[in-house]
């Protein structure tokens, strides 16, 4: 066993392993899968600079604490293979509390499954309190994907790997090098990065999808219709066709996680079901803790 630190893409490529070895070794434990780490790679972060720190043995990365920048607030996120011989999670937490230290003074926040008692004693003991926010985790075996639902008349569904010259539609939210950075990542693939064009050529939505063929998972990572095209179908239309091509690509299951109840109503309509709760703890930048 040994300790390795390793920034930007190297990072990213010892965090996708390590998650990915994470969901081998059980169906649903941890919090994320390799294609989220991706999906955050979409944009520079002052996280990326950063020599992150990870636990590797004969087989690979087998723990990790994973700084992220969010603009004026960090995350992070103590990973670990379950099973595995390598640090406890008490060890990798308390590197992290010094990890932590020498980040700039803003708010750190932890994502814990309401199933993770441990983490979250840990948290309560280093100053972090619940915020009342998080999300909640679905799954949908494959088979049981809906039919794909249509588009109303007039709006048309293209593809990366079709539509490659137009600006990508995330460009607006997350910079122009966004198309870049998603060609950068192992799992990304543009025949699953979707959207609906409509019948004024503007972008009225998209959705990305990812496969990770280690693991046979697909994830659902983002999915967005701009509000003057809301409530036509046009989400519905782009998760079911999102997961159709998922399920081509030799994926069983297919996994989304929601913070609001109109996003998980969306993903109840599409097959999933829902499989845990998580809530963020949120310390502030002086080591007080945010109310719970």
Known sequence: ???????????????????????????????????????WWRKPRRSDALDQLSW?????????????????????????????AGPTLDEIWRRALGLIADLPPEPIEVLVR????????????????????GDRTFWLPAPDRPPVAPLPDGFRLVDRAMDAERPHPLRARNGDAVAARLGQCSLYDPRLDLAVVAPDGQVAGYALFWADPRTGVGLVEPVRVEEAYQ???????????????????DVGRMKVSCETDAACALYARAGFRLAGWSTTWRRGPAGSASPG
Do not use: K, N, Y
């Open 1 to 39: 066993m040994v300790e390795v630190r390793a920034s930007g893409l190297e990072h990213l490529a010892l965090a996708t392993r390590l998650l990915q070895r994470v969901r081998q070794a059980h169906p649903q434990a941890g919090q994320w899968e390799a294609a989220d780490l991706q999906w």
């Open 56 to 84: 590797v043995d004969g087989a690979g990365p087998v723990a990790a604490v994973v700084l992220t920048d969010w603009t004026g607030t960090w995350s992070c996120d103590p990973i670990l293979v379950p099973g595995a």
């Open 114 to 133: 309401d199933d993770d008692p441990a983490l979250g004693a840990l948290l309560a003991a280093s100053g972090f309190a619940t915020t009342g926010e």
């Open 231 to 249: 409530r036509q179908g046009l989400a519905l239309a782009l998760v079911t066709e999102g997961l159709d091509r998922l399920a081509g690509r």
